[in-house]
Every structure is written in C-alpha cells, then in structure tokens.
C-alpha cells in the first residue's frame, strides 16, 4: 500500500521568511494530494492540494509543487506570519478520500 | 457554519469501559471516516462508512467498531478500552465520489484512557 514520508517534523522560522515542507510517496498510482493546516485545539482543513496532471499550484502565499517522477512533492509558505504557526500534514491517494494516506506531520512555528 | 461535530472535546474513562465517540454532521454526506492521531504517527483510519448501516474496516481496526443507524451520525465505538487506545480521535466526513473535494473534520474527542 501507500507510504508517505514527510519532513521535517518540526521547522521554526522567523515572520517574514519562507518555509518548505517536503513528502514522498511510494505509490505511483497516487494521483491527488491534499495539504491539511491543524491549528491548535481544531481539525485538520484543507489549504491547498494539486492533482497529478499538474506540477504547481498556487494560492496566495502558498504553493504546491509535484515531482511524479521523483515521487515526492512539496508545500512552500511565503512572507511566513505568526498566524502560519500550526501542524501540517501532507497526504496522497489513488481512490478518492477513503484511501488517503498521511503523512506524520510538520509542526511549523513562525516567530515575530 | 458548523459542519461536523463530535460530542465531547475531552474524555477521562477506565480500563474495560465501553467508550462510546459521537460525530454529527450537517451537510448530507454519505461518507463518514473516523481517524486518530498520534505524534509521529500522523492521522490514521479506523473505520468508514460510506453508507446508513454500511461499515469498512480502515488500517487500525482492532479494538474498535462503529454504528450508523442514520445518515448524519457516525459513532466510534471502544468495546473496552485500554491505556494504548489514549490518543486524539478526528471524525471527518467528505462528499462522495468526489476526489479533490474538501473533507470537513471535527474538532476533535482528546481521549485518556486510564
């Protein structure tokens, strides 16, 4: 079945500065990959995800980027606010939602 | 706004208690998952339901069942619970068939096991 990998596990940055979290995964069949943010004391929420017929996607600060060769891709966080600092958590699917698979999760905090 | 709700934010029960976790939802979805979550684990599937009394066994299903008598609730269930079932369990509830589409989750059921 899928594996997904996803580093670092925890990642501080100053406001202001870029932050990249990095997953890989092992099915190539995996064709949909979503980005989660959890904040504190809430559930995950969807901020972004890119399908495989696509290698970047962006939406304001944020960007995905796809390797489908490389089997891994990538969440960049732009000009990084204090309001950025949570968990997140790339995933990867072949089936739709029932065969996500995530990864073990980024605790980002960004420091004024 | 609230789209997906489960009962209880914080839990305290007992070795070999019957544990029951309650996830509403408001959207008419007729799928329901339940997760949980443990550091360095990230988020894990239990159970899902795609369907009123319809139930698939997700990765971790042991030690755990569930119930879907209607259509907006989704309950997780611990038949008896034991000390490595403390963990943060997420219910969430996406549309069907529709791959790409945001799954709303719950805030959340903190469950200690003592």
């Known amino acids: 079945g899928e594996n997904v990998e996803q580093h670092p596990s925890t990642l501080s940055v100053q406001e202001g500065d870029s932050a990249v979290i990095k997953c890989t995964y092992s099915?190539?069949?995996?064709?949909?990959f979503p980005w989660y943010k959890q904040e504190l004391g809430k559930g995950p929420q969807l901020i972004i995800d890119?399908?495989?017929?696509?290698g970047e996607k962006k939406d304001q600060r944020i960007a995905v980027t796809l390797n489908k060769t490389a089997k891994h891709f990538s969440l960049h966080i732009t000009e990084t606010q204090p309001e950025d600092s949570a968990v997140y958590f790339c995933?990867?699917?072949?089936?739709?939602?029932?065969?996500?698979?995530f990864g073990t999760g980024t605790r980002l905090l960004v420091s004024p | 706004d609230v789209k997906v709700t489960q009962s209880s934010r914080y839990l305290v029960k007992r070795t070999g208690e019957k544990v029951f976790l309650e996830c509403v939802q408001d959207?008419?979805?007729?799928?329901m998952f339940w997760y949980r979550q443990d550091p360095g684990l990230g988020l894990r599937l239990i159970y899902f339901?795609?369907?009123?009394?319809?139930?698939e066994k997700g990765d971790i299903p042991e030690g755990y069942s569930v119930s879907r008598e209607k259509k907006e609730r989704f309950s997780l269930i611990l038949e008896s619970a034991s000390t490595n079932q403390t963990s943060m369990y997420l219910c969430?509830?996406?549309?069907?068939?529709?791959?790409?589409?945001?799954?709303?989750f719950g805030q959340g059921t903190r469950l200690t096991v003592v």
């Open positions: 959207m008419d979805h007729e799928n």
């Open positions: 890119i399908r495989s017929n696509v």
């Open positions: 339901s795609y369907d009123v009394k319809m139930k």
């Open positions: 969430a509830s996406p549309p069907a068939n529709k791959v790409g589409t945001e799954a709303f």
């Open positions: 995933a990867a699917s072949s089936k739709g939602f029932q065969k996500l698979v």
């Open positions: 099915d190539s069949a995996s064709n949909y």
